[in-house]
């Protein structure tokens, strides 16, 4: 089976609030392990409108990753904190805490 942009975002619109994921994570529950930048490739595809919770995604360090333009990692944050997500003074999210931990 073929792995698409709408399997990645049927895990992606899993996460709840107040939780995060890391692209490694949500490249192995989509059935593409070892392949995290596909995610991150999917993510930059997403419409903005997309009802997707993009923003719940960030690197295996618990940080925002860097975008190639200004902009949509200010958003992210702001869409984060918004959710009640901390980030430490090195902007890293406490991934022991915060990480989402499907039942599956």
Same mark, same amino acid.
């Given at each position: 089976?073929? +792995? =698409?942009?709408? $399997? %990645?975002? /049927? @895990? %992606?619109? #899993? %996460?709840?609030? #107040? #939780? @995060?994921?890391?692209? =490694?994570? +949500?490249? $192995?529950l989509a059935g593409i392990p070892g392949q995290p930048r596909r995610i991150g490739y999917a993510l930059s595809a997403l419409r903005g409108n997309s009802g997707v919770p993009w923003h719940r995604v960030v690197n295996a360090r618990g940080m925002i990753s860097p975008r190639? @333009?200004? =902009?949509? /990692?200010? %958003?992210q944050r702001q869409l984060l904190k918004r959710e009640g997500i901390v980030f430490d003074s090195k902007g890293r999210i406490d991934l022991t805490r915060l990480q989402w931990r499907p039942r599956e």
């Open positions: 089976m073929k +792995i =698409g942009h709408s $399997e %990645i975002y /049927d @895990v %992606i619109a #899993r %996460i709840p609030t #107040r #939780r @995060v994921a890391t692209y =490694g994570q +949500i490249a $192995e190639s @333009v200004t =902009g949509p /990692d200010k %958003i």
